[in-house]
C-alpha cells in the first residue's frame, strides 16, 4: 500500500464579494463623469459671472463718479456765467471809477485839485508813501484779487472845520478811500485878517485799490511821492 497521498487540485481560493454598488458602477460611470463635467463647467461659471458682475460694478461707479464731476464742472460753469451776466455791469463800473486796477496817483492827485478849486480852499501838501497790502480784521475771499491800499498824509488850512468835511465828502463821491485819521488844531491868526485860515488840519487817507497780488518786488518799486496843490 502506498503511503504517499495522491497529488491533486489546490482547493480553490474563497472569493470577496464586492459591494453591490461598487459592483454596478461600471453602469453609472459615464452618467458620473458627465456630472462631475456639467459641476466643474457650472462652477467655472459662476466664478466667471461674478468676477464680471464685480468688474461691471467697479465699472459703473466709475462712469458714475465721471458723471458727477461732470455735472459739477457744469454746474460751476453755468454759476461762473450766471454771476458773470449778474455782476458784469458792477465790475465795469467799479473798475471805472478805480476800485479794480492799478493805483492812480495822478487821478487822485487831480480830483484833489479839482475839489480844491471847487470849495476855494488854500494851497495844501501832500505825502504818497509806496502801495502796501491792507491787513482786514476778518478774513475775506477775493480769489486772485488782493486789496491794497496808498496812504496819504495831507496838510490844509481851512477857514472852518466844514471846509474839511466837504473836502472829504467830495473825494468820496467819485472815488475808494478811507479816512484813517484828523487832527484839526487852531491857527495864531491876526484878528480881522480878511480871508486867512484859521484852522490847520493833518489827515491820513487810504486809497483802495483791487487788483491781482504782484509780485513783492513789483510791489516795493513805487517811491513816496511829496509835492504842493
Not at 513783492?216 to 513816496?224: G, T
Given at each position: 500500500?502506498?503511503?504517499?497521498?495522491?497529488?491533486?487540485?489546490?482547493?480553490?481560493?474563497?472569493?470577496?464579494?464586492?459591494?453591490?454598488?461598487?459592483?454596478?458602477?461600471?453602469?453609472?460611470?459615464?452618467?458620473?463623469?458627465?456630472?462631475?463635467?456639467?459641476?466643474?463647467?457650472?462652477?467655472?461659471?459662476?466664478?466667471?459671472?461674478?468676477?464680471?458682475?464685480?468688474?461691471?460694478?467697479?465699472?459703473?461707479?466709475?462712469?458714475?463718479?465721471?458723471?458727477?464731476?461732470?455735472?459739477?464742472?457744469?454746474?460751476?460753469?453755468?454759476?461762473?456765467?450766471?454771476?458773470?451776466?449778474?455782476?458784469?455791469?458792477?465790475?465795469?463800473?467799479?473798475?471805472?471809477?478805480?476800485?479794480?486796477?492799478?493805483?492812480r496817483r495822478l487821478e487822485w492827485l487831480d480830483a484833489i485839485r479839482?475839489?480844491?478849486?471847487?470849495?476855494?480852499?488854500?494851497?495844501?501838501?501832500y505825502e504818497i508813501e509806496p502801495q502796501q497790502p491792507?491787513?482786514?480784521?476778518?478774513?475775506?475771499?477775493?480769489?486772485?484779487?488782493?486789496?491794497?491800499?496808498?496812504?496819504?498824509?495831507?496838510?490844509?488850512?481851512?477857514?472852518?472845520?466844514?471846509?474839511?468835511?466837504?473836502?472829504?465828502?467830495?473825494?468820496?463821491?467819485?472815488?475808494?478811500?478811507?479816512?484813517?485819521?484828523?487832527?484839526?488844531?487852531?491857527?495864531?491868526?491876526?484878528?480881522?485878517?480878511?480871508?486867512?485860515?484859521?484852522?490847520?488840519?493833518?489827515?491820513?487817507?487810504?486809497?483802495?485799490?483791487?487788483?491781482?497780488?504782484?509780485?513783492?518786488?513789483?510791489?516795493?518799486?513805487?517811491?513816496?511821492?511829496?509835492?504842493?496843490?
Amino acid at each position: 500500500m502506498n503511503a504517499n497521498p495522491v497529488p491533486g487540485k489546490k482547493p480553490a481560493a474563497a472569493k470577496v464579494a464586492l459591494p453591490y454598488w461598487l459592483a454596478e458602477f461600471a453602469l453609472i460611470r459615464t452618467a458620473v463623469l458627465a456630472l462631475v463635467a456639467a459641476l466643474t463647467i457650472s462652477l467655472t461659471g459662476v466664478l466667471l459671472s461674478e468676477w464680471k458682475k464685480q468688474e461691471a460694478s467697479e465699472h459703473l461707479e466709475q462712469s458714475q463718479r465721471t458723471r458727477d464731476a461732470a455735472y459739477s464742472r457744469y454746474a460751476q460753469v453755468d454759476t461762473e456765467k450766471r454771476d458773470i451776466r449778474n455782476f458784469q455791469q458792477r465790475y465795469v463800473d467799479l473798475r471805472r471809477r478805480g476800485l479794480i486796477g492799478d493805483e492812480r496817483r495822478l487821478e487822485w492827485l487831480d480830483a484833489i485839485r479839482q475839489t480844491q478849486e471847487q470849495l476855494k480852499l488854500a494851497p495844501l501838501s501832500y505825502e504818497i508813501e509806496p502801495q502796501q497790502p491792507v491787513q482786514l480784521d476778518a478774513p475775506l475771499d477775493l480769489g486772485e484779487f488782493q486789496l491794497r491800499g496808498s496812504r496819504m498824509h495831507l496838510h490844509m488850512e481851512l477857514l472852518h472845520e466844514l471846509d474839511l468835511f466837504n473836502f472829504l465828502q467830495n473825494l468820496r463821491d467819485n472815488n475808494f478811500l478811507a479816512v484813517q485819521d484828523c487832527a484839526i488844531k487852531r491857527l495864531g491868526v491876526v484878528a480881522g485878517a480878511p480871508g486867512a485860515a484859521t484852522l490847520g488840519a493833518d489827515c491820513t487817507l487810504n486809497w483802495i485799490t483791487l487788483n491781482t497780488a504782484p509780485k513783492a518786488p513789483a510791489l516795493a518799486a513805487a517811491a513816496p511821492a511829496k509835492g504842493k496843490l
